[in-house]
């Protein structure tokens, strides 16, 4: 392993399956969730200060969130957090970071990484950053971290690799997005499957080969900014950039097409949060296996989530696996398994006012 990396952060997303609690003003990766006096933005800085320094970090946002990064990571000069003016998805948020990092250094080594996930067991997972890195200096791989599934989970999308004893980055055959609970099980029981965490390595070099091979629209307009990047024209150029690339995930367009891919395997308690189910599984249960956050009295109910705020007495009888939330001006019963249902939620809340989302 050469120099130390560069860490791209992407912060950009809307947390829509952790509304009302997740706001589009405010969402989950700018929340100190896990109440630990952090967010899980300023976590995944933490983390990833173990093996770099703040001059390698860009954070990748959307404009609107921009004074929460600053807010938040006061460390990070101005100039290393890139605002989208759109949501456009992880091709574009990668290629922008990308394209920005080979300008600055051609031999550069990239950890992506999004900001609000979990990982409870750190000095497990900077090894498996470390190795990742490693198996990044062959020319033209592109590396994912795969985490080794512990149940046949709907909510991940997954990554099948061909079984190598030896190597410690594996082939990757297929990816799966978010299967249905018959074929999440047949992946569990195949034992060559791992859940898809969204954090890549790669030389900033490989990964621009691969948006010139398979992204080679958006490998045009991105190179074309090398010119403005750095100056007081990046801003324009960057706002008519976003209108010219399409939305697409950097999964579907490079890697589920590159032959160059492999995952390295890694175990160190990930979660990506990504609903409040997610959320229940992680924290401190009562005996009726029950998060309470909330001055409550419980009668006959059991699984569930109750989070509102302590100044005011909640008093719940008779739920079985259901989600009780007051954000704001949001009060939220529904049940806690019901994920699939909040984009719904969240776009009919939307038609009754702004400010309830």
Partial sequence: MQDKPYIVIMAGGIGSRFWPY?????????????????????????????????????????????????????????TQILSEPLRRNTAACIAYASYKIAKKDPQAQVVVTPADHLILKESNFIQKIKQSLSAAEIENHLITIGIKPNR???????????????????????????????????????????????MFAWHVKSIIHAFEKFMPE????????????????????????????????IDYGIMEKS?????????????????????????????????????????????????????KLVVVQGLNNYLINESDNVLLICKLDAEKKFREFVIDAKSKGEDFV
């Fill in 22 to 78: 997740s706001r589009h003003e405010k969402p989950k990766q700018f929340l100190d969730i896990l109440g630990t006096g952090r967010t899980l933005l300023q976590m995944t800085f933490d983390r990833f200060l173990n093996i770099t320094d703040v001059d390698r970090f860009f954070v990748v946002t959307n404009k609107k969130y921009e004074h929460l990064v600053r807010e938040q990571l006061p460390e990070i000069p101005k």
């Fill in 152 to 198: 046949p989970e709907t909510g991940y999308g997954y990554i099948q690799y061909i079984v190598n004893e030896k190597a410690e980055a594996k082939k990757v055959k297929t990816f799966t997005e978010k299967p249905n609970a018959k074929l999440a099980k047949t992946f569990l029981e195949s034992g060559d499957f791992v859940w898809n965490s969204g």
């Fill in 259 to 311: 032959d160059q891919v492999y995952v390295i395997l890694g175990d160190f308690g990930w979660s990506d949060l990504g609903s409040w189910m997610s959320l229940h599984e992680l924290q401190p249960k009562d005996k009726g296996n029950n998060v309470v956050e909330a001055n409550a009295l419980l009668y006959d109910t059991e699984n569930s989530y109750i989070k509102v705020n302590s100044d």
């Fill in 218 to 249: 958006v490998a045009e307009i991105f190179e074309e900014g090398n010119t403005y990047y750095d100056t007081e024209k990046e801003e324009a150029y960057i706002n008519k950039a976003y209108t010219l690339v399409k939305n697409v995930s």
